[in-house]
């Protein structure tokens, strides 16, 4: 099973990315998913997440700009990113909760480099 992560790059200050994610592999059940972000010499740091039910969350330095979503059919996460900042620049990690059969695993995507220009 794997997640990969597409849609990063460089865009100007004020301007707008979607991110995607997908579950690839077999799997039994997808729970939770979620954009993570780690900026250079930082720690990597939630930016959103979404329940199985569609319940959303999101650090408070995006809210109003990002929004999450999911495609559970294709098992497929977004991330749209509105009126981009400067210090939105980072690599950006896709993250699902996934069951297998009778266990439960935590699955990572490879990061996709987003860069805002001011």
């Known amino acids: 099973v794997q997640l990969q992560a597409s849609g990063g790059g460089l865009v100007q200050a004020g301007g707008s990315l979607r991110l995607s994610c997908a579950v690839s592999?077999?799997?039994?059940?997808?729970?939770?998913m979620a954009w993570y972000r780690q900026a250079p010499g930082k720690q990597r740091d939630l930016v959103a997440a979404?329940?199985?039910?569609?319940?959303?969350n999101y650090v408070d330095s995006v809210k109003g700009r990002f929004t999450i979503s999911r495609d559970s059919a294709k098992n497929t996460v977004y991330l749209q990113m509105n009126s981009l900042k400067a210090e939105d620049t980072a690599v950006y990690y896709c993250y699902a909760r996934i069951r297998v059969l009778f266990r439960e695993y935590d699955v990572w995507g490879q990061g996709t480099l987003v860069t805002v220009s001011s």
């Open positions: 592999g077999s799997i039994s059940s997808n729970k939770n």
């Open positions: 979404i329940t199985s039910g569609g319940s959303t």
